[in-house]
């Protein structure tokens, strides 16, 4: 069966250790750039221009109904062609963005039920006393529509950990690929179960934080 779990894990702690920095790092990219654009989509989603609002729906679909591997060859593989532009970014890098784009159609569907979730009869009542629909929504809407965002944020981030596995098939240097530096090392088994240990605690501390928000806020709304 060859050596354990734990002598393995001793030996090269460091290459395990620098893809789980990078499994988080790219997830925070995905998620953090993602929530810019999904918050620009779902607000698009909401608006009362049916043309835009019925693209913003189409996008956030087609996302969100095709693999995340799919779109991460297109990237990989036909970005560079199809759009000149990009040609600046490396082939790594049209991961990456697609990665982004596909947490944006999630973040938007979020922002959208966030901000759908606040009682419209507030609204109505705050631009029946003459408040423009910028100052309701910032004021009245916004404040309300964070409380169930924010951990939906969250339980995104805890999601794109896990999709952030099927980069490594692209040579993005993230925890899954680890197992492909052990290849030459003829260590089958032993990586697999570090690298599920490893996703296994990150993905439950990050879930418990996100847990504990959600009490947080809730405790808020009591007060």
Partial sequence: ?????????????????????????????????GSILGTIIGF????????????????????RGTPLLVQMYIGYYFLPMAIPALNFLSREQ???????????????????????????????????????????????VLPQALKAILPSLGNEYVSMIKETSLAGTFALYELTYTKTLLANKYLIW????????IYLVMTVVLSGLVRLLERRLSAGDKN
């Fill in 1 to 33: 069966m060859g050596p354990g779990i734990i002598e393995i894990f001793r030996q090269y702690y460091p290459i395990f250790l620098k893809g789980a920095v990078g499994t988080l790092k790219y997830a925070a990219i995905a998620v953090g750039f």
């Fill in 94 to 140: 049209c991961v990456v963005l697609t990665m982004i784009l596909n947490s944006s159609a999630y973040v938007s569907e979020i922002i959208r039920g966030g901000v759908a979730s606040v009682d419209i009869g507030q609204t109505e009542a705050a631009r029946s006393l003459g408040m423009s629909a910028s100052h309701c929504m910032t004021r009245i």
């Fill in 44 to 63: 698009i989603h909401l608006s009362k221009n049916k043309v835009l609002s019925s693209i913003a729906q189409l996008y956030s679909t087609v996302i």
């Fill in 190 to 197: 032993q990586p697999l179960f570090i690298m599920a240990i």
